[in-house]
């Protein structure tokens, strides 16, 4: 498995079927990575932004624990 499947399955919990497209982007976006190429390193910086976009649809306490489950992988 992938690193970028781990991670879509821990947002899935909070995302449901959004979690796959709303992470891609923030790799696409803010990392500058195609999603199966996240690595380890990537995943602070990308937790960073999952908890800032995240709070657009979950609120800032769900947002951030979403993003602390992510970097903790």
Known sequence: ???Y???TTVGATYLGPA???FIGRQCTLYLKIQPQALAKEHLPEL???IEVAGTRFLD???AK???TKI???
């Open 60 to 62: 800032a306490m769900k």
């Open 5 to 7: 499947h781990d991670v």
């Open 65 to 67: 624990e979403l993003a």
């Open 1 to 3: 498995m992938s690193l």
């Open 19 to 21: 979690a796959e497209p």
């Open 71 to 73: 970097a903790a992988l």
């Open 47 to 49: 937790a960073k932004w």
